[in-house]
């Protein structure tokens, strides 16, 4: 027999952040949900209540359910900490003789003697995975509803410790001492192991009065998302002009995912009078960052004229590569881009436009980042892409249609926004280098000469040092701050923020997953 539990929603907790739930019965080991982080509205406050997305937990019994009279599921909530390790945040202890008639309601969680929230979950007492319509019949029977089988997600690493981690491994005065190996993400096996628990009824602890069942609105099925393609066979797909599967209606609004895609553009120019030498190095940091994130690394995509193995990054490339990065993406995925290279003024008529340089820009020139914007503002509600750009050369990429000035605290359209595609239904979040003067021949000199590009590293140096000095989750206004501090002395006056959504950058936390719908 199977004890089988669906969370579904968590209210009024004590803490903001990422959260999962641990069940232990008796004389069983723990099960531990996913990681879930908070849905933030367009202002950038947190949207309650958290939604669990009906993530199913089963615990094989070891005997029969006469056997476990007396025993107690013990239910914990976890809260995830930045520079600290996972702080069992609410617990509750629910009889099992009471769990085995089914139950499906809200359940009070305390800390400390004291109310810390309420988690709603189902659970039912099965003799195994029967099918569908059969377990259906068997739920209804005790008076609960089911609950849609959600998909399979993997544990995510903490986004900041992850960066912080990454940082210190990756600096140059590390990168010598150390041997390269690819990060190991946690598994079940490696959580904390919970204390022993009393089996025998009159040492066990006592139970909380369940609260009366109740049945919230029941959450349509979601649809399984389309197929992502591996690069060598998308790009020679869009070589063979065979038309690409676009997802469909049903699948555009489908559940969060999960997801996770990136793109990598690095160049050094070599050979030529524009060589660099920050591109292989911006590379190596942020691919560690990203394995550390959850990212897989089939699903990140590296083009580079200085890491052997990798496509050349040429504009057609380029452009096939956006294309790639953006095909078969549905609500719920999150995608990267991150370019380490050189920027110029792109002259279109009677227009000079700021565009990237391929590492073919001298034969097929330029590709404009008004371009760039238009493979991307296609993307479906509910995707979040972040847009990382590192230019020697201070410039508006990436181009998106609202910017944030830092000076007067509000969003301002884009000076060259008439000539954008429709603002983009998805949260895209730029990030790039903004001057208020000219490049002096010595700050180029110094650029090309440096081993890390300039917003890669004063992006992540900020993010290290306010991981370092917090507990709770960093902002945008904070982010922005950071990097501007650490950018002074350089071409670039600040870190500019550009997006196509606007929040509060004061009040939203910067996070590479979530999306403001």
Not at 8 to 31: I, M, S, T, Y
Not at 267 to 295: H, K, M, S, W
Not at 297 to 307: A, G, R, V, Y
Not at 475 to 481: D, H, S, V
Request: a negative charge; charged letters at 20%.
């Amino acid at each position: 027999m199977q004890l089988e539990i669906v969370v579904q929603k968590a209210v009024r907790l004590k803490h903001d952040g990422r959260h999962c739930v641990e069940f232990l019965l008796d004389g069983h080991g723990p099960e531990r949900t996913p990681w879930v982080d908070d849905l933030y509205d367009t202002t950038g406050r947190i949207v309650e209540p958290k939604n669990f997305k009906n993530i199913k937990r089963t615990i094989q019994l070891k005997g029969s359910s006469a056997s476990l009279e007396g025993s107690f599921l013990h239910v914990a909530l976890y809260h995830q900490r930045m520079l600290r390790d996972d702080k069992r945040a609410a617990e509750a202890h629910l009889p099992f003789t009471r769990l085995a008639k089914g139950f499906s309601g809200w359940v009070s969680l305390e800390h400390k003697e004291k109310y810390a929230g309420s988690i709603f979950i189902d659970v039912v007492l099965a003799d195994g995975p029967p099918p569908r319509a059969q377990r259906t019949a068997t739920v209804s029977s005790t008076g609960t509803v089911p609950t849609p089988r959600s998909r399979a997600q993997s544990e995510e690493v903490a986004e900041q410790m992850a960066i912080l981690a990454s940082i210190q491994q990756s600096s140059p005065e590390n990168r010598d001492a150390r041997a390269p190996a690819q990060p190991a993400r946690p598994t079940q096996s490696s959580a904390v192991a919970w204390p022993e628990w009393p089996s025998q009824a009159p040492t066990a602890p006592a139970a909380p009065p369940l609260p009366a069942p109740t049945t919230p609105p029941a959450l349509p099925e979601p649809a399984e998302p389309p197929e992502w393609m591996p690069w060598p066979r998308f790009s020679a797909a869009l070589q063979r002009g065979e038309p690409l599967r676009a997802p469909s209606a049903r699948c555009a609004h489908s559940v969060a995912s999960g997801r996770r895609k990136a793109l990598l553009i690095a160049l050094n120019y070599p050979g030529t009078p524009a060589e660099r030498r920050c591109g292989r190095n911006d590379l190596e940091r942020v691919t560690q960052i990203l394995l550390r994130l959850g990212f897989q690394e089939e699903w990140i995509l590296k083009l580079s004229d200085c890491e052997p193995g990798t496509d050349r990054p040429s504009k057609s490339n380029f452009v096939a590569a956006l294309q790639w990065l953006t095909h078969n993406v549905v609500s719920g995925d999150v995608l990267f881009f991150h370019y380490s290279g050189h920027s110029a003024l792109h002259e279109e008529g009677n227009a000079l436009l700021d565009a990237y340089c391929p590492s073919d820009f001298a034969e097929a020139g330029h590709l404009p980042s008004r371009d760039c914007y238009e493979l991307v503002s296609t993307l479906p509600k509910g995707v979040r892409l972040t847009m990382l750009v590192d230019c020697c050369v201070p410039c508006s990429c990436p181009q998106l249609p609202f910017q944030w000035n830092a000076q007067s605290l509000q969003w301002s359209e884009d000076a060259d926004a008439s000539s954008l595609a429709p603002t983009a239904a998805a949260d895209i979040v730029g990030l790039g280098g903004a001057s208020e003067a000219e490049m002096s021949p010595e700050q180029l000199t110094e650029a090309l000469r440096a081993e890390q590009g300039p917003i890669t590293e004063a992006f992540l140096q900020a993010m290290q040092e306010l991981a370092a000095r917090r507990k709770g989750p960093v902002t945008f206004a904070e982010l922005l701050e950071g990097a501007s501090l650490r950018l002074q002395g350089t071409a670039h006056a600040f870190l500019q923020l550009s997006a196509t959504r606007l929040f509060d950058p004061k009040s939203r936390s910067f996070r590479f997953f979530d999306a403001i719908e």
